[in-house]
Each structure stands twice: as C-alpha cells, then as structure tokens.
C-alpha cells in the first residue's frame, strides 16, 4: 500500500475485554513507533520496534500493554484487560531507518478505542 | 527530553502569511527542530526539520534564531486546509524519540 495502514479504524469494546489493534508500515520501513492520543492532547509515546526487536518500551504504560511486530513489517498491539483510561487514538508510524538526522515518521490515520 | 512551549492556539486569515513560535531554550547543541502538524481526524505529518540554518520546503519555512533557543514555522500563505495542530518537537538521533507536546491549533479564518 501507500501508505501506513491501521485496522480497525474504530473498536468499541467492554471493561475487562482484550483488544488487538494492528498496523502495517510502509514497506520497506525498518523503524516502527506507536503512540496514544486521549482526546484533545498530544502524541504520548508509547513503543518503537527497529526490525523486530523493540529496544525502547519505556513508553508503555503498565504491563497490560504489550507489542510485537514480526518480519520486520506487521506490528501487534495488545491491551489486555482494558480499562476506560485506555480510551484514545492509537496511532502508528514508521519510518525507513530509526536515528537518522532526517528521519521522518509517516502516520497512519489511527484506530479510535472506545472502552464502556 | 528536551521540552519545547508553543502557545495552545492561533488565528490567521486565508491567504496571509502565518508565523507559529516555538520555544526551545534547554536545547542542546545536537538537538534537530522538528515540525509536524495534525489535520483533523488524521495522523501527524512531517512539515520540515532543521539543526542550525534556516530550511524551506515546499509547504513551508523555519527560521531557527542564532542562539537556537526559539524557531518560527512560517507558512507563507495560509490556507483553509492547513487548519491543524502543529507541533515542534526537539530530537537528538540516534536512538531518541519523536515526543510530541500539544502543540499548537491553527485556525484559519476564511
């Protein structure tokens, strides 16, 4: 594709319930972050994966967040047991090489979590 | 992470030139000037970067002061659809992140 795709563009989903929420890079791009947007602020950092390894998870909020990504391409990320403070936009970038001075980061237009 | 203070909002009139200020004044010598902005309902987009010199693109300029405490973005000719949250972010590569404040909201005034 184009561009960076994310699915679902909308999830709803129960106290308590697991949700998985995916991204697919740009092909070929090699860094890949995500990112939390509670309604009406900024970008809050969440995790980054170079390849498959993800050398900064500091972002991540408490151990009911996890993320993967495999061959380098599609990343996974899991909420379990969600909460309604886990409402928001998740939203997922990457770009062709992490650290370069002129890395820029492609968005993908995100999924809307709505947790009653 | 270096901290960045832009003001929560502007107003501009269609077709006239837009500065947005960016204040930066614990950067450091390696940090590079992003900028990216946010249209409704979509993800961030890269707008331009930039260390020490003044950069243009085709969407838009960034002047950096000499002491590198403060940058301005300049859209030169606002239009409707450049209505959107624009952020300045500082970032040492390798290694460092993207971290995003709340930026500034653009409204554009037809």
């Known amino acids: 594709g184009a561009g960076v795709s994310q699915s679902p563009s909308n999830k709803v989903t129960e106290k308590g319930k697991d949700v998985e929420l995916r991204c697919d890079p740009i092909s070929g791009h090699t860094a890949l972050y995500w990112y939390r947007q509670s309604l009406g602020q900024g970008l809050e950092f969440l995790i980054y994966?170079?390849?498959?390894?993800?050398?900064?998870k500091s972002g991540l909020p408490s151990d009911r967040f996890s993320a993967e990504r495999t061959g380098g391409s599609v990343s996974t990320l899991t909420i379990q047991r969600t909460q309604q403070e886990d409402s928001a936009v998740y939203l997922c970038a990457s770009s062709p090489r992490q650290g370069a001075t002129n890395e820029k980061l492609f968005f993908g237009s995100g999924t809307q979590l709505s947790v009653l | 992470d270096a901290k960045t203070t832009q003001p929560n909002s502007m107003e501009s009139n269609e077709e006239e030139p837009v500065h947005l200020p960016c204040n930066h004044s614990?950067?450091?010598?390696?940090?590079?000037i992003h900028w990216y902005r946010q249209l409704p309902s979509q993800g961030p987009e890269y707008v331009i970067h930039?260390?020490?010199s003044n950069v243009n693109n085709r969407m838009a300029s960034l002047a950096i002061a000499e002491d590198r405490k403060s940058s301005t973005l300049i859209l030169h000719r606002a239009t409707l659809r450049d209505a959107a949250v624009y952020y300045c972010i500082l970032r040492d590569p390798p290694g460092n992140q993207f971290y995003f404040g709340t930026g500034t909201s653009l409204t554009v005034i037809p």
């Open positions: 614990t950067i450091s010598g390696t940090d590079y």
């Open positions: 994966f170079q390849g498959n390894s993800a050398p900064d």
């Open positions: 930039g260390l020490t």
